[in-house]
């Protein structure tokens, strides 16, 4: 049974079964784990977006730019993007060369902040879903499904499963996690103590162990790159492509 969704700003007649329109709901995890509220939900977006922005940091402009590369280098009629957040990257998305896309993250706040931002540029294209990921969400099938450091808050095995599980709804998964060389698990700034809350729900995801991993999902990886970051930390991009079910004799 698939958890239930919010969608914000688009016709409940587009809403897919499993979906609830902007109805308040506590995910299915949430109450695996026994708590009221995800930690994410709990995070200020002005305060995490300055954080992020950090000079010393220097996350927000590299994603950034990283999302431009993954739009590049697999143009889609539709995308996906996990953790959308405030929508870093959706001004670099052709509404003209575009059908739908559908951003998914935890925090109704951070989507009702996207729907300010976006909603003019993409207009009926713009899908925004208020959900935990995990195995149990059955996401729109997509050209493109960008997961831009959400795995070290999901679980290495959870999100494999998730991949797993939707498979046959995309077309390429394009991930980007942190190898924390010389720092902390959160960067310092002034901003910092706000993410303490997270500390229960991220970890360190091993590249080579993801990429493993996702190959007995089902999935062959096609990219790979570095970015380091000004705070001994480096972002890296795994892309992964579904291989095509086994067709029986």
Known sequence: MHQSHRFLGSDPADAPATARVWAGTV?????RRETPEHPWRG?????YEKHMGDARVGQLQLLHEITAEQLAAY?????G???VAGGNGLDLI???TTDAVYGYDINADYLAACEVRYRDDL???LHLIETNIDRSVAIERVDLLIANLIIEYVGADEFVAFAAANARFIGVLSSVIQ????????????YASSFNALAPVSSDIDPEALDSSMSEAGFVAVGLCEYP?????TLIRQDFRPLPPIQSD
């Open 43 to 47: 995070i200020d977006l002005d305060i």
């Open 27 to 31: 995910t299915a995890s949430d109450r």
């Open 81 to 83: 993007v996990l953790g």
């Open 229 to 233: 970051l000004p705070n001994g930390k």
């Open 94 to 96: 052709n509404p003209g």
């Open 75 to 79: 143009p889609s009629r539709a995308i």
């Open 179 to 190: 190898r924390n060389d010389a720092a902390g698990f959160v960067s310092p700034t002034e």
């Open 123 to 125: 207009g009926a294209r």
